[in-house]
C-alpha cells in the first residue's frame, strides 16, 4: 500500500521543521558568540572609561563634584553610569577671579558687544567677538553661542549687520549706528 498524500505532506512538512529547527539552533549559537564578544568589548571600554575618569579627576583638582566610579564586575559598573553633561569651556576657579568692587558693574553681554564692534574696523566673527569678550572679561563664562545669538539680535534690530563669505558669517555694526554713536567703543 501507498502512502496517503495527507501522510507525504505531513512528513514533509516534519522534515522542514526539523531543518528549520537545526537552522534555528545555528543562529542563536552564532548569535550567542556575537553578545559574548561584545560583552567582552563593552567591559574592556568601560574599564577604559574608569581609567580616564580618574584621570580627569587627577588632573583637574579644583573640581568640587565627583563622578563615582564602580569597580569592574559589581552591578553599578554594568548598569549604565549617568555621567553629568561636562562643559566644553572651562571654569575659571573662583578664587582666582579677581575681585569686583560693587563701584564696577559690568556692562550687559549686549553692551559689550557693541563696543567691541564699534572698535574694529572689519567684519568679525561670532568667534572672534567672544575671545574678545572673554579677555576682556576673565570673571565671566561666556558661550560663543550666546556671543552668535547676542550678534543676531543686533542683527534683528538694525544695530548690526550680517554678511557671508563662503560658509563663514561675519558681523559689523550698521552703518547708521557707527556714526550715531562714536563714543559707545570709549566705555569698554
Known sequence: MSESPGTELASEYSARIAQDLEVNTQEQDRLATEIAALEE????????????????????????????????????????????????????????????????????????????????????????????????????????????????NLVARNRARRTKQGRAVFYTLSTQEGTETPEAGAGA
Open 41 to 152: 568589548q563593552l567591559r574592556a571600554v568601560r574599564e577604559n572609561r574608569m581609567v580616564l575618569e580618574r584621570l580627569q579627576q587627577a588632573l583637574t583638582p579644583q573640581t568640587t563634584a565627583s563622578v563615582p566610579v564602580a569597580a569592574p564586575g559589581t552591578a553599578d559598573a554594568d548598569a549604565d553610569a549617568v555621567v553629568p553633561h561636562q562643559r566644553t569651556e572651562p571654569v575659571p576657579n573662583r578664587r582666582d577671579l579677581p575681585k569686583q568692587s560693587p563701584a564696577e558693574p559690568k556692562p550687559s553681554l549686549v553692551e559689550a558687544v557693541h563696543a567691541y564692534l564699534a572698535q574694529q574696523r572689519e567684519p568679525r566673527s561670532a568667534t572672534d567677538v567672544a575671545e574678545a569678550i572673554r579677555a576682556g572679561q576673565p570673571g565671566r563664562t561666556i558661550k560663543t553661542t550666546v556671543i552668535r545669538t547676542t550678534l543676531e
